[in-house]
């Protein structure tokens, strides 16, 4: 018996519900936990069922696929670690969280690498032996960089996921493109508020009484790309922007960390440039 996930992006139809069940019990499989969700205004259907069974996974994807509207996107997915590589700059919080939670055995990952353009890190991320590759961009450009990059996570296989945790550096259109819907960012803003450079100086200067932190991937579209996850918490007017900022830090770790986990364990259906988070 074994366990799998079974996820479905569809048109919207009457007996959507029925139809897939029906396949689930035809096949002798149980269902475990099941959530869907319909959008009516873009008349889009979203399920997520974790099933357990002896599951042919080409044959019931085909029976899904039957019962369901063209252009069905039907994935049958067996939970196992995912591996990811995580991309940082100087600034160690989000980092450190994701270590920790990963070797408190947390996350439903395996970490192939941090990736950072400064050595400044290593001593943190070697501690956990994990390894620690340092790609300095003194001296290219950002293209020439990047291609450094691109090489070094080509050099590992099967990376499903690659976690920006405070990675300072705007990625081109190039390298998005190579690993599109794979990039998770964090934001240090309750986005769309206070979008480029020093949000807690912005906040501060408009007299803000919540602060927060925003987890998205990436898109080309400078801190635009699809929500994930995001918390606030309440500041005053006795706080600076440097006391936001460090505030701010607790938010921002905790938001990557959740959701990288709601895209380790495929719980995010990405459409419309929004998502649906099961």
């Known amino acids: 018996m074994s366990e799998y996930r079974v996820l ?9 519900v029925y139809r897939v069940s029906s396949i689930f019990y035809n096949n002798d499989l149980n269902i475990l936990s099941n959530s869907e969700y319909v959008d009516k205004d873009n008349n889009k ?4 069922s974790v099933v357990d069974g ?18 069905s996107i039907v994935k049958i997915i067996s939970p196992k670690k995912k591996n990811i590589i995580i991309m940082a700059t100087k600034e160690l919080h989000a980092l450190g969280d ?30 956990f032996d994990i390894p620690y590759v340092t790609i300095s961009h003194e001296g290219l450009d950002r293209s020439e960089h ?20 405070k990675y300072m550096r705007i990625l081109t259109p190039r390298f998005v493109e190579t690993y599109k819907d794979k990039i998770i960012n964090i934001h240090h803003s309750f986005l769309p508020a206070f979008i ?24 080309n579209n400078l801190d635009e790309g699809p929500i994930i996850a995001q918390e606030v918490i309440h500041v005053n007017h006795a706080y600076s922007w440097k006391d936001m900022q460090r505030s701010g830090k607790d938010v921002e770790k905790v938001v990557l960390s959740r959701a990288l986990k709601l895209a380790l ?14």
């Not at 994701?98 to 400044?120: F, M, P, Q, T």
């Open 8 to 16: 479905i992006d569809a048109d919207d139809a009457k007996g959507l």
């Open 265 to 278: 364990e495929d719980r995010i259906f990405v459409y419309a440039n929004k998502t649906v988070i099961f």
């Open 196 to 219: 480029g450079a020093n949000p807690y100086k912005q906040a501060y200067d408009r007299g803000v009484k919540i602060i927060g932190a925003t987890a998205h991937f990436v898109n």
């Open 146 to 165: 990047e291609s450094k990059i691109i090489e070094c996570i080509n050099g590992f296989e099967n990376v499903d996921y690659i976690v920006l945790a």
């Open 45 to 48: 259907f979203f399920m997520r």
């Open 98 to 127: 994701i270590l920790i939670r990963h070797e408190a055995g947390e996350l439903e990952a395996n970490i192939l690498a941090v990736v950072s353009n400064y050595d400044k890190l290593e001593s943190l991320v070697t501690k």
């Open 54 to 71: 002896n599951i042919d996974c080409v044959e019931l994807e085909k029976s899904l696929k039957e019962a369901l509207p063209s252009n």
